[in-house]
């Protein structure tokens, strides 16, 4: 089955901030856009990379040279969590790809990735030495960018870490999922889908809210602070509400962004990487222990250690670079990890923190 969008094929270029200039094509929307620079070192699971909230503001680049090739399935809607994809749309700002599959053959194949992005208004662009530009942004860090299809007005640089991307990925009101006799609240920073999958249990009903929700007039017996997008430190509002809830002495979970909100909230510092953790094979160990893990995970921001308050941990460390991969409170039950337990795509190595979190709850 060939599958080609409007404009398929037509000239454009990607423009870094530093003036580094990549020549290729457009494919998906045929539109201008700006964001930051991110690369991702996956070889396959690129549905529901690309409808990872965490992405929001990003133009992301995929370091496995073919893309597409085995299509994008159709959206499962007669489920409020889909089984397919991390969210309801395609999340990403832009797409850079080596090479995408003109031909896509899978079972559950429905449209190609080039109808896709064009559905959600999403533009790639292929042809791109993706070898030569993981390598400058190794080098140089995550930079700003865009990507230019010829004949399209210009648009200028975008930074996501100064907006507040949480209001674009969160929930608009709070939603009740399940009916079990234990109560999760939820704080949908940009949450995944497969986070929510993996706490339903048939005892357990989870209270999704959204980032900037009153949460102190629901009733709970466990916190889970998700996933999300852009910088930690913009959301000082809600760090002030997580600290308020850490009174309640329940047990709390907080992954990738919750693990630095929790952190932002009990008195630690964080600071940009780099060039972020983006990949399905970060190697993290348990700083008090001897099991190692290959960890999902998508991220630009990482806790100081040397920060950390009194009772506070480091729980897991980054192998590749030291840095600090999950915390745990000596006396109290809080944890929070770095990576994706949930995985999606990736390992499912961590999926036992899961059940620690739900056995502390019951």
Known sequence: ?????????????????????????????????????????????????????????????????????????????????????????????????????????????????????????????????????????????TMLGKIEPEGCDDVPFYNPDEDDLMSRVSVKKVERIGN???????????????????????????????????????????????????????YQQLVNKVSRLLELKVPTLGICMGHQIISLAA?????????????QNQPVKEVRGTRCFVTSQNHSFAVDNDTLPEGWLPWFENLNDGTCEGLKHRWLPFRTVQFHPEAAPGPVDTSFIFEEFLSEIK
């Open 180 to 234: 079990g006799r234990k109560k999760v609240l939820l704080i949908d920073c940009g949450c995944k889908n497969s986070i929510i999958k993996n706490i339903m249990r048939d005892d357990v009903t989870v209270i999704r809210a959204p980032y900037d929700y009153d949460f102190e007039r629901e009733e709970f017996d466990g916190i889970l602070i998700s996933n999300g997008p852009g910088n930690p430190a913009v």
């Open 267 to 279: 008195g630690a510092k964080t600071y940009k990487l780099k060039y972020g953790h983006r990949s």
């Open 1 to 141: 089955m060939k599958n080609y969008a409007e404009n398929e094929g037509q000239h454009a270029k990607l423009t870094l901030k530093d003036g580094s200039v990549f020549e290729g094509r457009i494919f998906g929307s045929n539109r201008a856009v700006a964001g930051e620079v991110v690369f991702n070192t996956g070889m396959v699971g690129y549905p529901e990379t690309l409808t990872d909230p965490s992405y929001c503001g990003q133009i992301l680049v995929l370091t496995y040279p073919l893309i597409g090739n085995y299509g994008v399935p159709e959206y499962d809607k007669k489920n409020l969590i889909s089984n397919l994809f991390e969210s309801d749309k395609v999340q990403i700002t832009g797409l850079v790809v080596s090479e995408r599959s003109e031909l896509y053959s899978h079972w559950n194949g429905d449209k190609s990735l080039s109808e896709w992005l064009a559905e959600h208004n999403v533009p790639g662009i292929y042809g791109i030495d993706t070898r030569k530009l993981t390598r400058q942004l190794r080098e140089h860090g």
